[in-house]
């Protein structure tokens, strides 16, 4: 009998019956910390497999990739790729959980991290795993339960915490940057380092982050000085990139030209052909949509009026954006995907989809979203419910009356937040919340170490650049190699500085109080009462399976937070005021 090493270190529980087919997912970064070794991952769920009776197929392993995105991780792409052949999308919720029951399968992976760190991607594969009917199981007793109403609930809290961090640490970078996009002629700093500038007029000195439009380059210039480690005298000369039109290659004369033809109504392809700008026709999109072309620059939500000099006549641009506008009201006539149907998805009732009837016994029909339009002098808007059945056999089989949707949304959110949603159940939530702080400090060190490293690789290559442009001058192929370093450096001190913030000390690390655990309640409660109905319907879907009405009373069933999903628990809703619409 092979000795039990790891068993006692991760989770007792199983979500998965015995028997259930399971494939594995292991990932280290290269570090020296055995714990995490692809081989210790790989025993821990051997054993945890062989202790609960489930039938592991197949191990998926990346070793020493220190990517934070999943392009690189070899593995994980073969793992996704195989799973997405072997199960379909299943997008109605009961035959989803049917087919769970019926055919379960699971993904188990040392921690739910090693599926991806950045929040939009990892929660993209997870929503895509969930929604095929696989189970995501994580050895180590943090967040993920192996529930899927939960962990999605887990995930969109701690993950919109870690957003409100990261946007709140890239405020002071984005004003850096936007200060340097704002810099004009007339700059004191600047003057005093370009005395001989050309113009003094107040005009945009056209600096702009990132690669140059086509049609433009970027032209080096001095702005002032900087503090710069290892360096003397006051700090290094500060150096940044501005645009400038490129006459050079013909591309201002070549743009100018396509946009000419396309005013004069001519197609994609043939301006393709005499312009040769981009390798593709989808290319141009972009192209003919920015405002760049007449002189403006859009940047950081701000429109800067005269950026540049101007390529083309406002009036060209315009005529442009009133063609694409038209073509695009074209397309919306198309037809769509039946689950995606616009009536479903835009939907400005709440509780859309989710509401039945139940007047005729023994049988629940769906209930339409419907309106009584206002009248002058006579009656106000009304939006209600009305039984499908009761609709389409004209009120002979099903006398259900008409349920005013008010009503019934403010009986529905009352009844979460009174009922479901109460510091009890969320106060488990939290505990682990804080728990997985201390648990993400590994993954962070690890990326932080790799940062630094490369960060010092590309540093001493600027030091190196800027001593050979002191000994024998710039010359273009010195410029461009020391912008793109300039550009990696900056990109790296700015993640470098994220990551840091990211990492907390036990002591950072305290118990959630009762008020903030209220906080979150009220900001629940705000989120379903508001006005962004989108927001609401997702929060909605989070812990509502579907809502039964019947005369005055009705029945909520929900699944949040217990965790057995093939069970729908009722909590019973009144004072729905139904209403016969004179």
């Given at each position: 009998m092979v000795r039990e090493r790891y068993l006692h270190l991760v989770r007792r529980d199983c979500p998965l019956p015995a028997g259930t087919h399971v494939v594995?997912?292991?990932?280290?970064?290269?570090?020296?910390?055995?714990?995490?070794?692809?081989?210790?991952?790989?025993?821990?769920?051997?054993?945890?497999?062989?202790?609960?009776?489930?039938?592991?197929?197949?191990?998926?392993?990346?070793?020493?990739?220190?990517?934070?995105?999943?392009e690189k991780r070899d593995a994980l792409n073969r793992l996704l790729s195989d799973l997405f052949l072997r199960f379909k999308q299943i997008r109605n919720l009961n035959k989803r959980r049917a087919h769970m029951k019926a055919?379960?399968?699971g993904l188990i992976v040392w921690k739910s991290n090693r599926l991806g760190r950045d929040s939009v991607e990892t929660t993209y594969i997870k929503a895509d795993l969930r929604i095929r009917g696989i189970t995501i199981l994580s050895l180590l007793p943090t967040l993920e339960t192996g529930d899927a109403t939960l962990d999605a609930l887990f995930e969109m809290v701690q993950q919109h915490q870690d957003?409100?961090?990261?946007?709140?640490?890239?405020?002071?970078?984005?004003?850096?940057?936007?200060?340097?996009?704002?810099l004009r002629d007339t700059d004191a700093t600047f003057r005093l380092h370009n005395p001989d500038w050309a113009t003094h007029d107040g005009r945009y000195l056209g600096i702009m982050p990132g690669p140059a439009p086509m049609g433009f380059k970027k032209e080096r210039i001095l702005i002032g000085l900087r503090e710069r480690k290892g360096r003397q005298h006051g700090g290094e000369k500060h150096f940044v990139q501005r645009l400038v039109p490129?006459?050079?290659?013909?591309?201002?004369?070549?743009?100018?030209?396509?946009?000419?033809?396309?005013?004069?109504?001519?197609?994609?392809?043939?301006?393709?052909?005499?312009?040769?700008?981009?390798?593709?026709?989808?290319?141009?999109?972009h192209f003919f949509t920015n405002r760049i072309y007449i002189g403006d620059r859009m940047y950081g939500g701000l429109l800067y009026k005269q950026f540049v000099p101007a390529m083309i006549p406002h009036e060209w641009?315009?005529?442009?954006?009133?063609?694409?506008?038209?073509?695009?009201?074209?397309?919306?006539?198309?037809?769509?995907?039946?689950?995606?149907?616009?009536?479903?998805v835009s939907s400005r009732h709440l509780l859309s989809g989710l509401v039945f009837c139940g007047a005729v016994a023994g049988h629940e029909h769906p209930m339409n979203a419907d309106t009584v339009p206002a009248k002058a002098g006579k009656r106000t808007r009304w939006?209600?419910?009305?039984?499908?059945?009761?609709?389409?056999?004209?009120?002979?089989?099903?006398?259900?009356?008409?349920?005013?949707?008010?009503?019934?949304?403010?009986?529905?959110?009352?009844?979460?937040?009174?009922?479901?949603?109460?510091?009890?159940?969320?106060?488990?939530?939290?505990?682990?919340?804080?728990?997985?702080?201390?648990?993400?400090?590994?993954?962070?060190?690890?990326?932080?170490?790799?940062?630094?490293?490369?960060?010092?690789?590309?540093?001493?290559?600027?030091?190196?650049?800027?001593?050979?442009?002191?000994?024998?001058?710039?010359?273009t192929s010195l410029q461009g190699r020391l912008q793109e370093r300039e550009t990696e450096e900056r990109k790296l001190i700015a993640e470098l500085v994220n990551l840091q913030e990211l990492l907390v000390t036990p002591k950072e690390v305290t118990q959630?109080?009762?008020?903030?655990?209220?906080?979150w309640l009220r900001s629940?409660?705000?989120?379903?009462?508001?006005?962004?109905?989108?927001?609401?319907?997702?929060?909605?879907?989070?812990?509502v399976a579907k809502i039964v009405v019947n005369g005055k009373a009705g029945t909520l069933y929900y699944t949040f937070p217990l965790s057995d999903l093939s069970r729908l628990h009722p909590l019973t809703l009144t004072g729905l005021e139904p209403v016969f619409w004179p």
């Open positions: 594995a997912y292991c990932r280290d970064s290269g570090g020296e910390e055995q714990d995490r070794s692809i081989q210790q991952q790989a025993q821990a769920i051997q054993e945890y497999c062989d202790h609960h009776a489930l039938v592991l197929e197949h191990v998926y392993t990346d070793e020493a990739k220190l990517s934070s995105n999943t055919f379960p399968f957003e409100q961090l990261l946007e709140e640490i890239s405020d002071s970078s984005r004003r850096g940057l936007a200060d340097l996009v704002s490129d006459h050079e290659n013909q591309l201002w004369e070549r743009c100018h030209l396509a946009w000419k033809m396309r005013t004069e109504g001519l197609g994609i392809k043939a301006i393709m052909e005499a312009t040769r700008l981009y390798p593709s026709v989808s290319s141009y999109d641009w315009e005529l442009e954006q009133q063609r694409r506008r038209e073509r695009a009201a074209k397309q919306e006539q198309r037809t769509v995907d039946p689950m995606y149907e616009p009536r479903r939006d209600f419910y009305i039984c499908t059945h009761k609709k389409n056999s004209r009120e002979r089989d099903c006398q259900a009356a008409r349920v005013g949707a008010a009503a019934l949304d403010q009986a529905v959110i009352d009844t979460l937040m009174d009922e479901v949603l109460t510091k009890e159940h969320l106060r488990p939530i939290a505990e682990a919340l804080a728990g997985s702080l201390l648990a993400r400090n590994d993954d962070v060190n690890e990326r932080i170490m790799a940062v630094e490293g490369r960060l010092n690789d590309i540093q001493k290559s600027i030091e190196q650049l800027l001593d050979a442009v002191e000994k024998m001058g710039l010359s959630v109080s009762e008020q903030q655990i209220e906080d629940i409660r705000t989120a379903l009462n508001g006005e962004d109905i989108d927001l609401a319907r997702t929060a909605i879907r989070q812990f």
